[in-house]
């Protein structure tokens, strides 16, 4: 594919970089090449050279948006789970479900862990608090987070440059455009809320990104986002095979510091960083599958994985304790009231 040398940091602009790892090969989708990451001083990793933005659609062309497969919508499970979660989704979030277990809203505080996929799976969605309140999911895939959002109450719209994925999402009912930011075409002042779901970190150009994200919120809208977290542990074990580097895909990593300070960089507020996802489960076991030579979307383990499991058990429990070095960042934002 067609590349392209950058030479300097695709945040900051500093030609002041190390280079960390060279020659990583793309372990999860095999896209041919190797390929180089750079440090830069001012906190980022990032690929260079890397594929063009004309280009790098050859890269996704075995992703896993493609499939058309619904989300499961737990709180609508019949029974008493379906109705503990409706509870808690009242009681933390604001919803007003029938039929919820008042037990969901009297525990949940002790049940941190157990709700936490909750959390998760509706990406810390508070209930709308209009008729008609609107949320953008940048990189929507094949719309799964729309229906996620339209069942809680939410008018859903959804961007994604794969026309693959986007098919499979209209198809679905879901109202998505074939586009990405910077350059989406969407009328500012448009949205509630914006989603990136694990797609800052393939944007060619982040800074404008999240420039135009901001644009599209109302005033005191949210941005969501979550992505590899540059500071994990899992980086430090495994290094060129951490799974988050996904080469050529992932084009430039944050941890929380430095992403929070480009956030407030470009004027948002209320910045937060979110208690860490508990993913060091997938992280490590998949990272073991690229280190020892074998396919990490089989659903056999990895050689190996009995010795490494206990490495991941631990870094999930350390991610509790300090979202820092969890495998994955999640962090809010809002834009000013006025």
């Known amino acids: 594919m067609e590349l392209e040398s950058l030479g300097r940091c695709p945040v900051c602009g500093s030609t002041d970089r190390t280079l960390r790892f060279d020659g990583v090969a793309d372990g999860v989708f095999g896209t041919p090449g190797n390929w180089d990451f750079w440090s830069c001083g001012c906190g980022i990793l990032y690929l260079d050279p890397r594929p063009t933005e004309a280009s790098i659609g050859e890269a996704y062309a075995l992703y896993y948006t493609h499939a058309s497969s619904g989300p499961p919508l737990r709180w609508r499970d019949d029974g008493w789970r379906g109705a503990i979660r409706r509870g808690y989704l009242n009681a933390r979030y604001g919803y007003s479900f029938a039929d919820a277990s008042l037990l969901g809203a009297l525990t949940w505080r002790l049940r941190r862990g157990a709700v936490k996929n909750l959390d998760f799976m509706i990406r ?16 929507c895939g094949n719309g799964d987070f729309l229906a996620v959002a339209e069942d809680l109450g939410y008018r859903a719209c959804g961007l994604d440059p794969d026309p693959e994925a986007v098919a499979v999402a209209r198809a679905r009912g879901h109202d998505v455009r074939c586009a990405s930011l910077p350059g989406s075409g969407v009328q500012p002042a448009s949205f509630d809320h914006v989603f990136m779901n694990h797609v800052l970190e393939h944007f060619h150009d982040p800074v404008a990104a999240l420039r135009e994200a901001r644009a599209l919120l109302v005033p005191g809208g949210r941005l969501w986002i979550s992505l590899p977290n540059l500071g994990a542990i899992g980086l430090r074990r495994f290094g060129p095979r951490w799974r988050g580097l996904e080469p050529p895909r992932h084009l430039a990593l944050f941890d929380a510091p430095r992403l929070a300070a480009l956030l407030g960089e470009l004027g948002f507020q209320r910045i937060e960083l979110l208690p860490a996802e508990e993913a060091a489960l997938f992280y490590f076991r998949q990272s073991q599958a690229i280190a020892s030579g074998t396919d990490p979307n089989d659903e056999a383990d990895p050689p190996g994985w009995e010795d490494v499991r206990s490495l991941a058990v631990a870094a999930n ?9 969890a495998e994955s960042l999640t962090m809010i934002a809002s834009t000013p009231l006025t």
């Open 124 to 139: 810390h969605l508070p209930s709308p608090p209009r008729p008609v309140c609107t949320i953008l999911d940048v990189g």
């Open 317 to 325: 429990r350390r991610g509790r304790r300090d979202p820092l070095v």
